[in-house]
């Protein structure tokens, strides 16, 4: 394609797609967030910048339109790269100002990139393949996004509405010519449920543990995808579902999903209160769990990403020293929000190596990729596990061969089951809820057994409204808070004066605020604590809207 045939590309751009708000976009923790109706534009070069880089890394890229745990009417995009993970870093820059650009520069923008990248093939006829989730502006963004694809001569194939873990799945799967499994939503069924009754047998039920969960969908597509797999899954796990309203009810989200549950540490609404029952909340894209229960006295307790990622890493430690290969890595990654406890736990106690990154899981899949077997998690409950592909070549060839002991070829072959049942492509809510389960049933664990394994530390997360959250910068995977002047020091003097005191303020990449998390011995000190700290953002970073309120 000739640059003087880009004339489709700018008619569509001022005719049906121009630019007409200010506001500056910038392509945040997980891509671009905002209302739905200053999206178009956004939406369209999106659908342009995803044809250059398919064809820049000569593979299929993925579009997904979801705004996730953000109320309904917010709507967004990210852009997934070959393997499966976030868009690269240094293309974040680009996808920025592909949206900021004003329409008479559209032109030129595009022209850099192509000289920047040196894309000569601008006549091939790559894939991007297009996800949505089910807020209701999401069908027409998703227009814009194939209007986008189609103006520079690619082919967009779209899915309709998915998971956002189901995507990245479809990418990967279609960029590795299937060797990772069928690129449609029943191969991703299909390779997640065989593999889960594989493991599980005929034996559904074991010691404490029940195959029955109380399972909130948010009412989003983390409600529609599974009913699916509640049919293919039968007996072997019974999934109680709620909060399955239809698109457009204007509930998703709403007093319920992971990010509710877990923010507010707040039983959903509409799932019914039974003590001590099993439940689970996915979040508005399905890339987010987190686990929990009532107990006698109508108090909730927490299994978030923190106690999964420990459940899990424990359990494939285990196995991978049963697999008698001793070179292979294990690690785990957190980010800044994990619980000191869980941190310590999982050092002292599980003797596994912890590295804390920043948040957005393109900082922990990064790092997970260090390791033969890098299990990560945010505390949001947004994480999965990556294997390398030479652990990968190690256990098949210890399954194959006859000269090793029975029980090392077992636990190999137990791993590469438990791999099958992992989306490795990026956390995914349906496929970690499979594996907690499996989990559970070997372990013949109830809820509170898992519970059991350390105690949290109370905590408490609060969002602060400023100005322009930019203000505040950070340092030390988000531990550190650098700007404005001042501010780290009086975070430090606050936290000295409580009992196991730890707290840190970082700008959300995906709402307007600043997010602060504090912890301490108790809920009272943990509470207070977070407050005085919200309080100190709100004076010196420019807080706008009703001060926190500080208890006495
Ligand atoms: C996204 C990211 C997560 C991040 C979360 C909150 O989740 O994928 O890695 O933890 O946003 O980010 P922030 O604190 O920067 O707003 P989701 O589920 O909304 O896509």
Same mark, same amino acid.
């Given at each position: ?97 592909? =949206? $900021?650009? %004003?329409?008479? #520069? ?5 022209? @850099?990139?192509?000289? !920047?990248?040196? /894309?000569?093939? +601008? ?94 969908? =948010? $009412?989003? %597509?983390?409600? #529609? ?5 509640? @049919?293919?899954?039968? !007996?072997?796990? /019974?999934?109680? +579902? ?311």
């Amino acid at each position: 394609m000739a640059n003087s045939s880009y004339r489709t590309v700018y008619a569509f751009a001022r005719e049906m797609y121009p630019k007409r708000i200010k506001l500056e976009m910038q392509y945040g923790t997980a891509g671009f967030r905002s209302k739905a109706s200053n999206l178009d534009h956004v939406m369209y070069r999106m659908g342009l910048l995803a044809v250059l880089r398919a064809r820049y890394k000569k593979a299929v890229i993925g579009v997904m339109i979801t705004a996730s745990h953000n109320p309904e009417p917010d709507n967004g995009v990210k852009v997934v790269d070959p393997q499966g993970e976030m868009l690269e870093q240094s293309w974040e820059a680009w996808a920025t100002k592909f =949206a $900021n650009v %004003v329409d008479e #520069k559209l032109e030129d923008t595009i022209n @850099e990139l192509i000289k !920047e990248f040196d /894309i000569g093939n +601008m006549g091939d006829r790559v894939e991007v393949v297009i996800g949505r989730d089910t807020r209701p502006s999401s069908p027409h963004l998703t227009k814009a996004v194939m209007d986008g694809v189609l103006a520079l001569a690619g082919k967009p194939i779209d899915y309709g509405i998915v998971t956002t873990p189901q995507l990245h799945y479809f990418v990967v799967c279609k960029n590795t010519n299937r060797r990772y499994g069928q690129p449609t939503e029943e191969g991703y069924y299909r390779k997640l449920t065989n593999a889960f009754k594989k493991i599980r047998g005929n034996n559904y039920t074991c010691g404490k543990y029940t195959n029955k969960v109380l399972y909130d969908g =948010a $009412n989003g %597509v983390g409600a #529609k995808k599974v009913k699916y797999l509640k @049919e293919a899954l039968g !007996e072997s796990l /019974i999934i109680d +579902m709620y909060n399955d309203e239809i698109i457009g009810s204007g509930k998703l989200n709403y007093l319920c999903g992971a990010d509710h549950v877990k923010t507010h540490q707040d039983f959903p609404v509409g799932v019914p209160r039974i003590p001590n029952a099993r439940c689970c909340s996915v979040d508005g894209d399905a890339d987010r769990i987190v686990y929990y229960y009532l107990d006698d006295k109508e108090n909730i307790h927490l299994l978030d990403g923190d106690r999964i990622a420990t459940l899990i890493a424990d359990y494939l430690r285990e196995h991978l020293t049963a697999t008698g290969i001793s070179e292979l890595t294990i690690g785990l990654v957190q980010t800044a929000y994990a619980n000191g406890a869980s941190t310590e736990y999982i050092t002292n106690h599980l003797n596994i190596p912890v590295a804390c990154v920043s948040t957005g899981i393109k900082h922990l899949h990064h790092q997970a990729l260090t390791y033969d077997v890098g299990v990560y998690f945010e505390a949001n409950g947004h994480g999965t596990v990556v294997f390398s592909n030479y652990a990968k070549d190690r256990m098949k060839d210890r399954v194959k061969n006859e000269s090793f002991p029975i029980q090392q070829r077992e636990a190999c072959e137990k791993l590469l089951s438990l791999i099958d049942l992992i989306n490795e492509t990026v956390g995914d809510a349906i496929s970690d809820m499979l594996l907690i389960e499996t989990i559970l049933h070997a372990r013949e664990w109830d809820i509170t057994d898992w519970e059991a394994c350390y105690k949290d530390l109370p905590n408490r997360l609060m969002k602060v409204s400023v100005k322009d959250r930019n203000v505040i910068t950070t340092t030390d995977a988000e531990r550190i808070c650098q700007t404005p002047d001042g501010l780290q020091d009086e975070i430090d003097s606050l936290v000295s004066r409580y009992n196991k005191g730890r707290s840190f303020v970082r700008p959300s990449g995906t709402e307007d605020v600043v997010r602060v998390y504090a912890e301490a011995k108790s809920q009272e000190e943990a509470n207070k604590l977070a407050a005085e700290v919200a309080m100190k953002v709100y004076e010196m970073a420019g807080g706008v809207g009703t001060a926190p309120e500080v208890p006495a």
